[in-house]
């Protein structure tokens, strides 16, 4: 568990506060005692011995961001990203929060895993870690993993995340079997014999470069699967990672027949397109891959129209050495967590397709609701887990500065408006963004804490 | 006349790529100006001149195959490194040849002989032999956009000898020098590009080289083999073989890549045949002096029937002796011109 402190009564002072569950958007001080939120309002009174930090101007309070897909890589790829790293890139890119795939080796189909993993958390310190557990043994997509024992251990989740649950009727099964311990299925949706050994989008980038093609469809065909199986079960499914434009119809058409279908995207699948394959940059590899204009209008949609409930980043680290082959050869993934907030403000929030109240509902309000964790809110008594922004910071992504031990990016060198002042986990401040005038109140906090 | 390689018609003895004591000497032979790219990895890396220019040079290299002494002193003291990881008799020879012809040091790397039969990487592949200082490595390679890894990681030039499905520039530039100098232009003509478009790096280097110089296009093949927006390449495409043969001045047929058929596109080699395969009697739809043309190997009696292939429209291994004049132009444009 993240140590919490036992530290004073703390107060931040005099920011805007976003926290679309209770209602809140516009100048509020937060209580923070024992590491929870006690109160949230204008102008609250500071008692002595309280601990004041004035938020910097500008800056918004909102409750943690939760990132619902990463890679934390430990045990096995320790070369590529181990969980202190991960977690230390968490909370520089704001999330308070990790929820992180099974695809480990081992696989986290085992309890013994889960307890590895929390127990490197618990020593690391800084964001909160939710495991999620395999479907099945081994990601092998044949039986059952030990669902039961995985939830008692801590995960919250499962997911074959890197590959789906290709067999429909172990779906349905897990889908069922799950929802008895309260947890969704996540879903990696990819129809394996239509995408075939293909890198990258079909379409016509990928046929003039010659990439062997991953056809929308392999995905839609999946999600629409997961929806039907979602309806007949009556339970929840999660669908990793949407991408493209007709999977997402299908969990709108889901949403409407009152299927308990949600869906996150990447900031990559809202920016990027295909066209950017043409100098076959491995670092714009990933599955599901970068589509079409459209899709990316398409996504843009669901985040505006609500049938996108989720941003996760799919952080997928890789060392250097394995991406810097031919693109055919290179594994699939971008790490995202230091770069996704700024994306999000600049692309969605300043372009203008969100408020930034609805990107909190997508980076922290749906993320807790859909894995059944807390957080998403300040509400009093909730665990103190702070994302502050700074809107109007200019930032530039520099891979070679990231927490991270990957720095496979598409972003590096791209400018950014908005970024992240500080970030506090259980009242604690774990994260402080040095650029950001004022943010050294933060710092203040930690110094009073002794 | 051209410099002999025994330097008879050399000034001073000073090898020409070097730009000095050029007088009296065809201009073509001189330091060339070169092309805007370091290295050649598509067709889409050339601008129309550029591609002018390389079949102009072909076209003057081809005399020095004439000659008794097939050599010229042009890449003297260069170093060209043909870096094969693929299997290749007809590319791999026909680069080897044009280097010996403008007297470059060549060297042959071969992925069974070499350190990628010990894992090494491509990567790490390219910087040893860079740390050798060639000049030039011609790449041929099972992935698209090897050359393109390999180019960001050396100062020697690269020419693409065929990358997986990408493209195959030289490929390209030799059926235009063939098409050239049968029918005098390349500009207007109607080429019919026929076989599995899909797999193929010849087709897409040749649709950018064709349409670049005005040449109509039309595509053909089973559905199942077509790319995924042909339009959008600037092509027409057709399933119909008797639609694409009509009224052409060119037919190049494209090579069945047995390997990937996996029975998945077609269902046999004899019913593609039966579909697709060109014959004597497919072929009188075509204009009467229509050239057949393939990049090889052939698979005779799949997508061309023998008689086809040996017949009197056949300029197949006119494509091959071609072959080598474009690659000592390319080559010579290539390394023969300054280093920034």
Same mark, same amino acid.
């Given at each position: 568990m993240v140590q919490v402190s036992?530290?004073?009564?703390?107060?931040?002072?005099?920011?805007?506060?976003?926290?679309? #569950?209770?209602?809140?958007?516009?100048?509020?001080?937060?209580?923070?005692? =024992?590491?929870?939120?006690?109160?949230?309002?204008?102008?609250?009174?500071?008692?002595?011995?309280?601990?004041?930090?004035?938020? +910097?101007?500008?800056?918004? #309070?909102?409750?943690?961001?939760?990132?619902?897909?990463?890679h934390l890589r430990e045990p096995?790829?320790?070369?590529?990203?181990?969980?202190?790293?991960?977690?230390?890139?968490?909370?520089?890119?704001?999330?308070?929060?990790?929820?992180?795939?099974?695809?480990?080796?081992?696989?986290?189909?085992?309890?013994?895993?889960?307890?590895?993993i929390l127990g490197r958390a618990a020593q690391a310190g800084l964001a909160r870690v939710y495991p999620v557990g395999a479907v099945t043994k081994g990601q092998a997509g044949e039986q059952l993993a030990q669902i039961g024992e995985l939830r008692a251990a801590g995960c919250v989740a499962v997911s074959d995340d890197g590959r789906p649950v290709a067999n429909a009727a172990l779906m349905r099964r897990a889908l069922e079997y799950a929802a008895m311990f309260d947890m969704p299925v996540i879903d990696h949706c990819e129809d394996v014999s239509l995408a075939g050994d293909g890198v990258a989008h079909e379409g016509h980038r990928a046929a003039v470069l010659g990439l062997r093609g991953l056809p929308a469809a392999a995905e839609t065909i999946i999600v629409e699967r997961d929806v039907i199986l979602?309806?007949?079960?009556?339970?929840?499914?999660?669908?990793?990672?949407?991408?493209?434009?007709?999977?997402?119809?299908?969990?709108?058409?889901?949403?409407?027949?009152?299927?308990?279908?949600?869906?996150?995207?990447? +900031?990559?699948?809202?920016?990027?397109?295909?066209?950017?394959?043409?100098?076959?940059?491995?670092?714009?590899?990933?599955? +599901?891959?970068?589509?079409?204009?459209?899709?990316?209008?398409?996504?843009?949609? =669901?985040?505006?129209?609500?049938?996108?409930?989720?941003?996760?980043?799919?952080?997928?680290?890789?060392?250097?050495?394995?991406?810097?082959?031919?693109?055919?050869?290179?594994?699939? =993934?971008?790490?995202?967590?230091?770069?996704?907030?700024?994306?999000?403000?600049?692309?969605?929030?300043?372009?203008?397709?969100?408020?930034?109240?609805?990107?909190?509902?997508?980076l922290a309000v749906n993320p807790a609701r859909v894995l059944g964790v807390p957080g998403g809110a300040l509400t009093p008594g909730a665990p103190a887990d702070i994302t502050v922004l700074a809107p109007d910071l200019a930032v530039t992504v520099e891979a070679a500065a990231f927490r991270s031990l990957a720095r496979n990016t598409p972003f590096n060198g791209w400018s950014l408006r908005g970024g992240v002042a500080a970030t506090m986990v259980g009242g604690r401040t774990v994260y402080v963004n040095a650029t950001v005038a004022g943010a050294a109140a933060f710092d203040q906090h930690l110094a009073a804490l002794g | 006349m051209l410099p002999r390689a025994d330097g008879t018609r050399h000034d001073a003895g000073i090898p020409l790529t070097e730009g000095r004591g050029s007088s009296g000497v065809p201009p073509v032979f001189g330091t060339p100006a070169g092309l805007r790219a370091k290295d050649l990895l598509s067709i889409g890396d050339l601008s129309a001149d550029e591609i002018q220019l390389i079949l102009d040079t072909a076209e003057a290299m081809k005399e020095v195959g004439t000659r008794t002494i097939k050599k010229v002193p042009t890449l003297r003291g260069k170093t060209v490194v043909n870096l094969f990881f693929e299997a290749s008799t007809r590319t791999r020879a026909s680069f080897e040849i044009a280097e010996k012809r403008l007297s470059a040091d *060549?060297?042959?790397?071969? *992925?069974?002989?070499?350190? $990628?039969? %010990?894992?090494?990487? @491509? /990567?790490?592949?390219?910087?040893?032999?860079?740390?050798?200082?060639?000049? $030039?490595? $011609? @790449? &041929?390679?099972?992935s698209a956009g090897a050359g393109h890894l390999a180019a960001r990681l050396c100062r020697a030039r690269v020419i693409n000898a065929g990358d997986g499905m990408h493209e195959h520039p030289t490929q390209a530039l030799l059926d235009a020098l063939t098409i050239r100098q049968r029918k005098g232009k390349v500009k207007g003509l109607q080429v019919s590009i026929i076989g599995d478009l899909l797999h193929s790096r010849v087709l897409r280097s040749n649709v950018l080289l064709l349409r670049a110089l005005g040449a109509e296009v039309c595509t053909c093949g089973p559905a199942t083999l077509m790319l995924p927006d042909m339009a959008r390449l600037g092509v027409r495409a057709t399933t119909s073989i008797d639609e694409a043969v009509e009224d052409?001045?060119?037919?190049?047929?494209?090579?069945?890549? @047995?390997?990937?058929? &996996?029975?998945?596109? !077609?269902?046999? @080699? &004899?019913?593609? !045949?039966?579909? !697709?395969?060109?014959? /004597?009697?497919?072929? &009188?739809?075509? %204009?009467p002096? $229509?050239?057949?043309?393939?990049?090889?190997?052939?698979?005779?009696?799949?997508?061309? /029937?023998?008689d086809v292939a040996d017949g009197p429209y056949s300029v197949i291994l006119e494509q091959v002796a071609n072959g080598v004049a474009v690659r000592m132009a390319v080559l010579y444009l290539l390394a023969g011109a300054r280093h920034e």
């Open positions: 036992n530290a004073d009564r703390t107060i931040l002072k005099g920011g805007h506060v976003v926290d679309p #569950v209770n209602g809140v958007d516009g100048s509020a001080d937060v209580l923070i005692d =024992g590491g929870c939120v006690t109160r949230v309002g204008p102008n609250l009174e500071v008692e002595p011995g309280t601990v004041v930090i004035e938020v +910097p101007r500008g800056c918004v #309070v909102c409750p943690g961001f939760i990132d619902m897909h990463v096995g790829h320790e070369h590529k990203e181990t969980v202190a790293t991960g977690v230390a890139a968490a909370v520089a890119g704001g999330f308070t929060a990790v929820a992180c795939m099974p695809n480990t080796d081992p696989v986290n189909d085992d309890a013994s895993i889960t307890r590895l979602s309806g007949l079960t009556g339970s929840p499914v999660h669908i990793a990672h949407i991408s493209a434009r007709g999977a997402l119809d299908a969990v709108r058409a889901g949403k409407h027949r009152g299927i308990r279908v949600s869906c996150e995207v990447t +900031p990559h699948h809202f920016t990027l397109t295909d066209e950017q394959l043409a100098g076959y940059d491995t670092n714009y590899k990933m599955n +599901p891959p970068l589509r079409e204009a459209a899709d990316v209008e398409g996504m843009l949609d =669901g985040l505006r129209d609500g049938s996108i409930d989720c941003i996760a980043t799919d952080h997928a680290p890789h060392h250097y050495d394995e991406k810097l082959v031919e693109f055919d050869r290179a594994p699939f =993934g971008i790490v995202g967590l230091e770069t996704a907030v700024s994306i999000c403000l600049d692309r969605l929030v300043h372009a203008g397709h969100v408020p930034l109240s609805r990107l909190v509902e997508l | *060549t060297l042959n790397v071969t *992925t069974a002989a070499s350190s $990628v039969a %010990k894992g090494e990487t @491509l /990567a790490d592949t390219v910087r040893n032999l860079e740390a050798m200082a060639p000049d $030039v490595i $011609v @790449l &041929r390679h099972a052409a001045d060119v037919i190049m047929l494209l090579r069945i890549q @047995l390997e990937r058929m &996996r029975g998945y596109f !077609f269902p046999s @080699l &004899r019913e593609y !045949f039966q579909q !697709f395969g060109m014959t /004597a009697a497919r072929l &009188r739809r075509a %204009k002096d $229509v050239i057949i043309m393939h990049p090889g190997p052939m698979n005779r009696g799949v997508e061309i /029937a023998s």
